[in-house]
């Protein structure tokens, strides 16, 4: 499916903040102040780790035209898209494909969660400054 820039920079970031939390589960405050607290290289390295889990099933995902809402996808949608993922991916054993895939289409589905509702492009109104 095709996000734009911003849905996906939201979903990243949101899937890392939950292997973040995974990998970090002791903590004191909110997931955005410890989230901040990190250096940038570990925002990186945990963006780029979200990202290399995510996006290839997001991409996977079949066409929904969406207008104030987040697009809505069946479990079997993101089962098929993460298998499809995991498939890119190459050889694995049955049994770590499995794990992979489920994990994948959770993490997609928690990152669909958090993007921001679409607006209908034909309704931007621009000011007449710009």
Do not use: N
Not at 71 to 96: I, L
């Amino acid at each position: 499916m095709k996000f734009t820039e911003r849905e996906m920079t939201v979903a990243v970031k949101a899937v890392a903040q939950q292997l973040m939390l995974a990998t970090r589960p002791l903590g004191r405050g909110s997931v955005d102040a410890r989230w901040d607290r990190l250096a940038p290289i570990e925002r990186y390295e945990k963006l780029s780790a979200a990202g290399d889990l995510v996006l290839p099933v997001l991409l996977a995902l079949p066409e929904r035209p969406t207008v104030g809402a987040t697009p809505a996808f069946t479990a079997e949608e993101y089962d098929a898209a993460a298998g499809e993922a995991a498939d890119a991916r190459g050889e694995q054993t049955p049994k770590a494909r499995k794990r992979l895939v489920a994990v994948t289409a959770r993490l997609a589905r928690a990152a669909v969660a958090a993007m921001p509702v679409r607006q209908d492009p034909d309704a931007l109104i621009v000011p007449d400054h710009l």
